[in-house]
């Protein structure tokens, strides 16, 4: 396994220690939070009683293979934590999400939390976000007006993300838009900014909603990181 790979792995499983019986859980999406559902699912197969919400297909299903209990967020009336990987974390805790394509569920999810706790590689923990491609969701209709809409708020690239050579549709039936603004000087006015443009459904700046981040670093160390 790669050092960085270990490292998720140890957030994961870290993350998990933080769970209690009787809770309601948000499960992320992403190759560090598969550490987090695998340590899940041997607490569960030790006696852990909890629920779970998944935020997007790929999560529901590797759930539901490892014997998760889920639960429809519907019928829930507040989650007590959500657990989730990060593209990029600030030292404000204001994160890019989305990597994955799961944006908008994760949102949703995490906006019933009680608690977000982000779990990342040091890779991931930076000091101004944008360098990573901030990704949009878009309705497919005229999506290309979208697009000029967005072009306006100064990013110098926006690629509308593929798969296989073909157009990448979310689990909501979107498209997503990787836009590349190198340095995002105010997170929470283009997050307003970005949602204020008509076929925008969601974007990945996720502001004010991690209560915590929890780091795994190369050397083994782990830095857990709370809000103010
Ligand atoms: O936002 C996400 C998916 O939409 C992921 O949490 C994010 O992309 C991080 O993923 P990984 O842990 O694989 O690096």
Not at 127 to 135: I, N, R, S
Not at 208 to 216: G, K, L, P
Request: net charge negative.
């Amino acid at each position: 396994m790669s050092d960085q790979n270990i490292a998720k792995k140890k957030a994961g499983e870290y993350a998990a220690t933080l769970i209690e019986p009787g809770m309601t859980i948000g499960i992320g999406t992403g190759s560090t939070v598969y550490f987090f559902i695998q340590a899940l699912a041997k607490k569960i197969q030790e006696g852990l009683i909890i629920k779970g919400v998944p935020t997007s297909k790929q999560t529901q299903e590797l759930a539901t293979e490892l014997n998760i209990p889920l639960v429809d967020l519907n019928n829930v009336d507040q989650l007590d934590i959500t657990v989730d990987g990060a593209d990029e974390i600030d030292p404000q805790l204001q994160l890019i999400k989305g990597g994955g394509g799961a944006l908008l569920q994760e949102k949703i999810v995490a906006a019933a939390s009680k608690r977000m706790i982000v779990i990342a590689d040091e890779s991931k923990y930076v000091q101004t976000l944008g360098k990573f491609p901030l990704p949009v969701e878009v309705i497919d209709f005229g999506w290309k007006h979208t697009m000029k809409h967005l072009q306006q708020l100064g990013c110098e690239r926006i690629v509308l993300r593929k798969k296989d050579d073909k157009i990448f549709v979310s689990d909501h039936g979107h498209y997503i838009l990787d836009c590349y603004f190198q340095q995002i000087k105010d997170a929470a006015q283009l997050h307003h900014q970005i949602n204020n443009i008509a076929g925008v459904a969601e974007n990945g700046l996720f502001i004010n909603i991690a209560t915590s981040a929890v780091i795994a670093y190369k050397d083994g160390s782990i830095k857990e990181i709370n809000k103010s």
